[in-house]
T-cell receptor
Framework: EAQVTQNPRYLITVTGKKLTVTCSQN?????MSWYRQDPGLGLRQIYY???????DKGDVPEGYKVSRKEKRNFPLILESPSPNQTSLYFC?????????????FGSGTQLSVL | GENVEQHPSTLSVQEGDSAVIKCTYS??????FPWYKQELGKRPQLIID?????GEKKDQRIAVTLNKTAKHFSLHITETQPEDSAVYFC??????????FGKGTSLLVTP
């Protein structure tokens, strides 16, 4: 089944403890992206990648890192999480870098930083 | 960057009525406008989109209209059903490789 898989679905951690949220797609998509969703703020892009080894900042990149070593994987890394990074995170992918390609979203990761 | 305003933030309609959600954007170069639906606890999913070379697009009970001069576009849902209850996000393309999303509209369809 074609899908974007995120793990974990739920994560509770403490301030300063490094964590990684994994994202993998099996559709051979070029473009991958991370969003955070907060009440009243909608979906805001954190980072995106147009291909392997090509990543760029979105609107809210502070406090996050990403890597794209393989086409299928795009992990989101929080080196030193803080409470303001408590949010619902979505990974998404699309076939190409064209902005009018359909985005396929993962099932989301609810992160709580205490 | 692109600013996408979405209204209303919440909308309650009775089953069978129509629902309209409006979005405005600021970048005149935007040329792609998708709508995503997010059911409670689920992931956003594309339901309809429109490109700047057309003014209206329909898919069964949903339609999107675009007014490029006024820089606004709208989602219309007719004959609403309880399963239409969800959060709806509009988005507009930027000059780069990204979409800017509106803040979302929570639609509740009551039986």
């Amino acid at each position: 089944e074609a899908q974007v898989t995120q793990n974990p679905r739920y994560l509770i951690t403490v301030t300063g403890k490094k964590l990684t949220v994994t994202c993998s797609q099996n559709m051979n998509h070029e473009y991958m992206s991370w969003y955070r969703q907060d009440p009243g703020l909608g979906l805001r892009q954190i980072y995106y990648s147009m291909n392997v080894e090509v990543t760029d900042k979105g609107d809210v990149p502070e406090g996050y890192k990403v890597s794209r070593k393989e086409k299928r994987n795009f992990p989101l890394i929080l080196e030193s999480p803080s409470p303001n990074q408590t949010s619902l995170y979505f990974c998404a992918s699309s076939l190409s870098r064209r902005v009018d390609e359909k985005l396929f979203f993962g099932s989301g990761t609810q992160l709580s930083v205490l | 960057g692109e600013n996408v305003e979405q209204h209303p933030s919440t909308l309650s309609v009775q089953e069978g009525d129509s629902a309209v959600i409006k979005c405005t954007y600021s970048d005149s170069a935007s040329n792609y406008f998708p709508w995503y639906k997010q059911e409670l606890g689920k992931r956003p999913q594309l339901i309809i989109d429109i490109r700047s070379n057309v003014g209206e697009k329909k898919d069964q009970r949903i339609a999107v209209t675009l007014n490029k001069t006024a820089k606004h576009f709208s989602l219309h849902i007719t004959e609403t059903q309880p399963e239409d209850s969800a959060v709806y996000f509009c988005a507009a393309s930027t000059s780069g490789y990204a979409l800017n999303f509106g803040k979302g509209t929570s639609l509740l369809v009551t039986p």
